[in-house]
């Protein structure tokens, strides 16, 4: 525990004072709510508006986790790669589990204060949700999945990506790419079929679908992301995103030179 607690500690503190971290992390997602609240309403009746701006705080709730866990979490692996930490940790008696569950640690703390962040700025903009206790508990159990899925993605980044910006910016345009062509920026019924069939695939598209269905209520979603199938699917993939990051990681990023 002493040495997970010393992982959280340091990666904790180095995120905090990363300016480009809490800048993508939390401005960035806030801005984008308060940019969708006041653009993308103007035609929809006054009765649905409060539950459309719901929509859309979620969806940039989802897009500060996937950032955190996309971006920040290989910045915190190649920042320690290029100052020589992570090479002192391999010739250490850590094992690579420690280190991996401080960054975890750490990230999921930067994730859930930017997350909380964005759903009460866009509750100061009008934002309303539509969940009850039962589909609270039900929504964070899929948030939890977003930060399973956007970890794993990072630790892969983070093992593959050797320098400390090409990681950041790997991190931040596989979170905006993916999120441009999987429904999270744009609605699922605009999109190609074949993205509509990626947006499924993708295990953060119908984990943020289904965050929506239960708390914004099920007319915000164009498909039901909380079938049986589905939701198995979802809970696979971003198990295996993590499973194989971690993997990764354990093999690779902790492989002495």
């Not at 589990?97 to 204060?113: N, W």
């Amino acid at each position: 525990m002493r040495q997970i607690s010393a992982g959280y500690t340091k990666a904790i503190k180095e995120l905090l004072r990363e300016k480009a971290a809490l800048f993508w992390t939390i401005a960035w997602p806030i801005i984008w709510v308060l940019i969708g609240s006041f653009s993308f309403t103007g035609s929809a009746p006054q009765g649905v508006i409060p539950y459309i701006k719901g929509s859309i705080a979620i969806s940039m709730m989802v897009f500060a986790l996937m950032i955190a866990g996309m971006s920040n979490l290989p910045a915190s692996i190649a920042g320690d790669r290029a100052n020589g930490l992570l090479a002192k940790l391999k010739s250490m008696p850590i094992k690579p589990y420690k280190d991996f569950l401080g960054r975890i640690s750490a990230v999921i703390t930067l994730s859930l204060l930017a997350a909380a962040l964005v759903i009460v700025i866009g509750i100061a903009v009008g934002a309303r949700f539509t969940g009850t206790g039962i589909e609270i508990l039900q929504a964070i159990g899929f948030v939890f999945l977003v930060i399973c899925a956007s970890a794993g993605v990072g630790l892969i980044a983070g093992t593959l990506i050797k320098n400390l910006q090409g990681a950041i910016r790997t991190g931040v345009g596989i979170a905006v790419i993916t999120s441009a062509i999987s429904g999270l920026f744009a609605p699922y019924e605009v999109l190609p079929v074949p993205l509509q069939v990626f947006s499924r695939v993708y295990p953060i598209s119908p984990a943020q679908a289904s965050i929506v269905h239960l708390l914004a209520g099920p007319d915000m979603v164009a498909y039901n992301p909380l079938a049986s199938g589905q939701i198995t699917l979802t809970i696979a993939l971003s198990f295996a995103f993590l499973f194989a990051g971690t993997v990764l990681y354990s093999r690779l990023g902790w492989k002495l030179d």
